[in-house]
């Protein structure tokens, strides 16, 4: 059995702090090593325990954005998700090109929190569907990936199969046991990773590249 995912969250809102530990506690593969309310405790704690994933509010009281960056700087390997009330898109910008893995709003469910510490454990990326639409990646600004390779995770092509089968976005979700936002966030990272703005272009994608079936290619465009 591989080790769990090393975690650490760092809010200055107690309930939310606890709220975070307590999804993440509820999984097995998933170890929370600490809290943190402030900023030079986050750091002292992190640079000293290593997690494999900073859960982090840097808008909130006590926690800022130069705490996070000083420790992303300290720490390049540890993956980081910011999760904060209302995310200002300039900050998350330049928070993308120091190489944060994911964001969240923190009002995003359970189900695309535990996804966001999985997918960015595995190296992946993962971004609230809420973040992208203030980003706007549908412009092509953010998603110019060159000669790097795309990665479509396991939850994604689940997804993917789905939309290519006729599904709309509710059904996927209750086939899934998921929340409808998950799977539209899901929908979302996949057409951010591939530069493209509608759901037939995630199916020609998958078509082209032998992810599914032409049997089941549906242009469907449901949601």
């Not at 899934?176 to 994608?205: C, D, E, P, Q």
């Amino acid at each position: 059995m591989s080790s769990p995912i090393k975690t650490f969250v760092a809010d200055s809102n107690f309930l939310i702090a606890e709220g975070l530990r307590n999804v993440l506690s509820s999984c097995d593969d998933i170890e929370v090593l600490g809290t943190a309310s402030e900023g030079e405790q986050m750091a002292k704690e992190v640079l000293e325990l290593r997690p494999d994933v900073l859960l982090i509010d840097y808008s909130s009281e006590k926690l800022s954005f130069t705490d996070l960056t000083e420790v992303m700087r300290k720490l390049p390997n540890m993956r980081v998700i910011g999760i904060v009330h209302d995310c200002d898109v300039n900050q998350v910008k330049r928070l993308i090109k120091l190489g944060i893995s994911g964001h969240l709003m923190n009002d995003c469910d359970r189900d695309e929190i535990v996804d966001s510490v999985k997918s960015c454990a595995r190296g992946d990326k993962f971004f609230c569907g809420k973040v992208l639409d203030k980003l706007n990646w549908s412009d092509g600004n953010e998603t110019d990936h060159g000669c790097e390779p795309v990665n479509i995770s396991e939850r994604e092509l689940e997804i993917l199969q789905l939309i290519a089968e006729g599904l709309t976005t509710k059904q996927i979700a209750e086939k899934l046991h998921l929340s409808f936002h998950t799977v539209m966030t899901h929908r979302k990272n996949m057409m951010a990773k591939l530069g493209l703005n509608n759901t037939a272009g995630l199916i020609v994608y998958a078509v082209k590249e032998n992810l599914i079936s032409p049997n089941k290619f549906l242009f469907s465009t449901s949601s």
